[in-house]
C-alpha cells in the first residue's frame, strides 16, 4: 500500500481532494435527503429490531440494506450536521480513486495509463452528483467494494489461490448489498478473463462464476421487486416497441458527450418527449448515432483489447441504466456513471497512449483539458452546497423542465422567498398543465395568508386536471377529502391503487381517508396491507392503525400497535398520547347499545368527544336518539361528530331537520359547514 502511496497517486489523491473540498461546507440538499436521512426513522433508531427490518424491506424502490446501514451509523455520531456525512463521501471518492489506480495497474501493466485513468475518475465533473449528494453513499459505497472485488479476482488470476476468489464474492456481496447496480460484476468477471486470454472451452472457468451469476440473478429479481413496489413499472407505458431503444440510444449519446464535454450538467434532465405519446422522429438520430458509434468501435478496437475491454467494461456497466423503462422523472442522472465511467476512460488513455509521442501539442491540450475539468468539478461541487442552488442551477438550465421549476420554488417558499416561489410555480404548471404538485403548493401558500378566492381557484384546477399518475391521483384525493368529498376522494384513491396496487404509501393514504371520515373498519384492512409491504414510516402506519382499532373497540390490537410504533421509532412523542387514550378507553368504555340512561349516554358520548374520539362519541349520542329522537344534546353532539368526519352534507341536513332555531349549535362550527359545502359546490362544479 505505502509503494503505491509514493507514486503519482498521491498527487492524483491531492488534487481530488482539493478540486472536491468545497462540499464540506455543503448542506443537505433535500434532494431524497428528507427520506434517507433527515426523516428516516428507521435509521435514526439503530436497534437490532430496525437492523432486522432494514435487510428484510426494500427503501426508495432500492434493497441497499449496507447503504443504509452506513447512513445510520453516521446519523448515530453526527444526526443531522451534514458535515460527516460529506466527509465521508469523499473519504470514499478518494479510496475509489486509488482503487481505479491499484485496479489499472494489476490490470494493465501501464504505468501511465493507470495514471490517466485514476486522474479522469477522480477528478471528472459528472462524478460530482454521486460524491456531493450525501444521498448517493450508496455510489460509494458500492463502488468502493466493487473495485476491492476487482481487484482480489485479478490477484486470484495471478497467483491461482482459491481464498483470493472467495473474498471477491464475499466483497461482490457487500456491493449487492449497497446498491443494485453492482450486478454487473459477474459479467466484468467475464470480460476480464477475455482480457487474460483465459480459455472459455475451459469448465472451470464456467464453474468458478456461478456463484457470481447466481448473486447477479438473485440482486437483479431483488431490485426488481423494489423498483415494482414504487409503482415504476406499472406506469410504464410506451406507445412502440421501438421506444425503449429510441430512449436508451437518447441516454447513451448523451452519456458519451457529456463524458467528452461536461459542460451543462443538472440535477434534472427531462425526457425530450411526453412517455406514453408518438415518438418525435429527431429521436431515430440517437440510434442512428448509437448504433453508428458501436459498429464504428468494433470495427476500430477489434485488434485492440484494451479498447475492446474499456468500451464493453462502460457498456456492462451503463447499460441496464439506459432508460429501457420508463421508471423515474429524471431519465440520465450523471450519477449512474460513477462506475461505468472507468471504461470511458481507459479509451481516453489508451488513445492518449497512442498518440502523445506523434501530436507534439498533444501533451499542452491534455494539460488544459485537466485544467478545464478541475475548474468544472470545483463549480459543480459549490452548485451541491444546498437544494436552493442545486434547483436554481437546474432550472436556469432548463427552464422548460416542470420539475426544475416546481422544485426550485419548493427551495424559494423554504428560504421565504414568497413572491418567486410562487413565479416559479407558475412556470412549472405552464410547463406541465397536469402537473398537480405547483397547484398543491399555491394553495397552500394562499392557505397560509387565509386568501380564500384564490385557494377555491387552485382547487377548481386541481379537481379538473386530467391526472393519470397514481401519485398525483392520492393528491388530488387528499384535497377532495379535504372539501369533504368523501365519494370523489375514494374514487381517486382507489384509481391510484389499481395503477399500483403496491404502494405502502398509497395504502396508508386509503386507510387515512377511510379514518377520516370515521370508516375506521376499512381503514384497519388497508392499514395491515400497507405494512405488509414494510414501508419506512411504518412506525406512523402502526400508530394511525393503533387509533383505527381503539375507535372500533379493539383495544388489545391497539396496544399491540403502539408497542410496533415503540420498536420502530421510541422517539415518537405520539405514542404517550395514544396509550393515554388507551387508558381512557380502558376506564370509560361501556356498550353504548347497553345503556338506558340518558344521562349516563351523554356523559360518555361528551367525555369521548372532548378525548377526541368521535367514532365512539357518536355512537353514544345515537343511542341516546333512539330512546329520545328529539334530544337536542344528542343532535347537536352527533352534528358535531359528522363535522369532524367531513361529513359536511350529513351534517347540514341534521342541522337543518333538527333544529328550527340552531342556537344550541356552536355558530363556528355552522358557518364551516355551510362554507365548506359552498366551496365544495362551487369546486366541483366549476372549472
Not at 475451459?202 to 447466481?214: A, D, G
Request: glycine residues 4%; aromatic residues 16%; proline residues 3%.
Amino acid at each position: 500500500m505505502r509503494k503505491y502511496l509514493n507514486q503519482p497517486i498521491a498527487i492524483i489523491l491531492g488534487i481530488t481532494a482539493l478540486i472536491f473540498f468545497p462540499i464540506l461546507n455543503n448542506q443537505f440538499t433535500f434532494y431524497s435527503d428528507d427520506v434517507y436521512v433527515l426523516n428516516n426513522v428507521i435509521i435514526q433508531n439503530l436497534s437490532w429490531h430496525n437492523i432486522k427490518f432494514i435487510f428484510s424491506s426494500f427503501f426508495d424502490g432500492h434493497y441497499h440494506p449496507l447503504t443504509l446501514l452506513s447512513l445510520g451509523f453516521t446519523y448515530s455520531f453526527s444526526e443531522v450536521n451534514p458535515a460527516l456525512y460529506q466527509f465521508t463521501n469523499l473519504l470514499f471518492h478518494l479510496l475509489n480513486t486509488f482503487l481505479v489506480f491499484i485496479l489499472a495497474e494489476k490490470l494493465f501493466k501501464n504505468r501511465q495509463l493507470s495514471i490517466i485513468v485514476a486522474l479522469l475518475f477522480g477528478i471528472h465533473p459528472i462524478h460530482v452528483e454521486s460524491v456531493a449528494r450525501i444521498t448517493e453513499r450508496k455510489d460509494m459505497q458500492y463502488a468502493f467494494f466493487f473495485l476491492l472485488s476487482l481487484i482480489t479476482y485479478i490477484k486470484y488470476l495471478d497467483l491461482k489461490r482459491i481464498n483470493y476468489l472467495i473474498f471477491t464474492f464475499l466483497l461482490f456481496i457487500l456491493s449487492v448489498l449497497s446498491k443494485g447496480q453492482a450486478i454487473t460484476l459477474s459479467f466484468v468477471l467475464i470480460l476480464i478473463d477475455y482480457y487474460y486470454k483465459r480459455d472459455f472451452k475451459n469448465y472451470r472457468v464456467w464453474l468458478e462464476k456461478i456463484p457470481f451469476l447466481s448473486l447477479s440473478i438473485i440482486g437483479a429479481y431483488l431490485n426488481f421487486l423494489a423498483q415494482k413496489y414504487t409503482g415504476y413499472f406499472s406506469e410504464a407505458k410506451y406507445s412502440s416497441i421501438f421506444e425503449p431503444f429510441l430512449n436508451a440510444s437518447y441516454v447513451f449519446d448523451n452519456y458519451i458527450f457529456k463524458l467528452f464535454a461536461p459542460f451543462n450538467l443538472s440535477a434534472q434532465y427531462d425526457s425530450p418527449y411526453i412517455i406514453g405519446q408518438s415518438i418525435p422522429a429527431s429521436l431515430y438520430i440517437y440510434l442512428i448515432i448509437a448504433l453508428s458509434i458501436g459498429v464504428l468501435a468494433l470495427w476500430k478496437f477489434k485488434k485492440h483489447p484494451l479498447l475492446i475491454f474499456g468500451l464493453f467494461f462502460y457498456l456492462i456497466n451503463i447499460g441496464m441504466m439506459l432508460r429501457w423503462f420508463d421508471i423515474a422523472e429524471n431519465v440520465m442522472p450523471d450519477r449512474y456513471n460513477y462506475v461505468a465511467s472507468i471504461g470511458f476512460f481507459i479509451i481516453i488513455g489508451v488513445f492518449y497512449n497512442d498518440f502523445y509521442k506523434k501530436i507534439k501539442q498533444l501533451k499542452i491540450i491534455s494539460f488544459a483539458y485537466i485544467g478545464i475539468l478541475c475548474i468544472l468539478t470545483f463549480l459543480r461541487a459549490d452548485v451541491w452546497k444546498n437544494g436552493l442552488s442545486v434547483w436554481e442551477d437546474a432550472y436556469n438550465k432548463n427552464e422548460s423542465s416542470a420539475t426544475s421549476a416546481f422544485n426550485y420554488g419548493i427551495h424559494l417558499l423554504m428560504n421565504k422567498d414568497i413572491k418567486n416561489a410562487m413565479i416559479a410555480f407558475n412556470k412549472a404548471s405552464e410547463n406541465d398543465h397536469n402537473f398537480i404538485l405547483p397547484y398543491m403548493s399555491r394553495s397552500n401558500v394562499y392557505q397560509s395568508s387565509n386568501d380564500s378566492v384564490n385557494i377555491i381557484k387552485e382547487k377548481i384546477k386541481i379537481i379538473h386536471l386530467n391526472v393519470k399518475v397514481s401519485d398525483a391521483l392520492a393528491n388530488r384525493a387528499a384535497i377532495k377529502a379535504g372539501i369533504g368529498d368523501f365519494k370523489g376522494a375514494y374514487s381517486d384513491i382507489s384509481e391510484a391503487i389499481k395503477i399500483n396496487p403496491n404502494s405502502a404509501n398509497i395504502l396508508f393514504n386509503k386507510g387515512n381517508i377511510l379514518s377520516m371520515f370515521g370508516k375506521n373498519s376499512e381503514a384497519i384492512a388497508f392499514y395491515k396491507q400497507a405494512i405488509e409491504l414494510k414501508p419506512y414510516n411504518i412506525d406512523e402506519v402502526y400508530f394511525f392503525k393503533s387509533k383505527a382499532e381503539l375507535l372500533t373497540g379493539n383495544v388489545e390490537e391497539a396496544i399491540d400497535d403502539i408497542k410496533q410504533t415503540k420498536l420502530f421509532n421510541p422517539k415518537n412523542k405520539k405514542i404517550y398520547q395514544q396509550y393515554e387514550s388507551i387508558q381512557f378507553f380502558q376506564n370509560n368504555y361501556s356498550n353504548p347499545n347497553e345503556i338506558k340512561d340518558t344521562n349516563l349516554l351523554i356523559k360518555k358520548g361528551v367525555d369521548f368527544y372532548k378525548n377526541g374520539m368521535y367514532s365512539l362519541s357518536i355512537n353514544y349520542f345515537e343511542q341516546l336518539l333512539r330512546i329520545d329522537p328529539t334530544n337536542q344534546t344528542a343532535l347537536k353532539f352527533k352534528i358535531y361528530c359528522l363535522y369532524n368526519f367531513g361529513q359536511f352534507d350529513e351534517a347540514k341536513q341534521l342541522l337543518e331537520n333538527a333544529f328550527k332555531s340552531s342556537k344550541l349549535v356552536d355558530k363556528r362550527i355552522e358557518d364551516r359547514i355551510k362554507l365548506v359545502l359552498m366551496y365544495k359546490e362551487y369546486i366541483l362544479n366549476n372549472k
